[in-house]
């Protein structure tokens, strides 16, 4: 009984800790867009940390 919870704690555990790796290849240099209704366009600027592997994004809000 003690082995299974100990195994299920250390199973627990280890996906937590997998879980919060997310390398990341392109980055934004924001977090939040706040734009006045004005506005039709925003820009802002990504890029592409990754120099072997070239990497697409594309976005838009309707």
Known sequence: M???RRSRVILLALAAAWSQCSPAA?????????????????AIT???D?????????SWVT
């Open 46 to 48: 990504l890029n592409n």
């Open 26 to 42: 392109v980055n934004v240099d924001r977090t939040r867009i706040i734009m006045d209704a004005s506005q039709k366009t925003v």
């Open 50 to 58: 990754d120099k072997t592997t070239p990497f697409l994004a594309q």
């Open 2 to 4: 003690k082995n299974s």
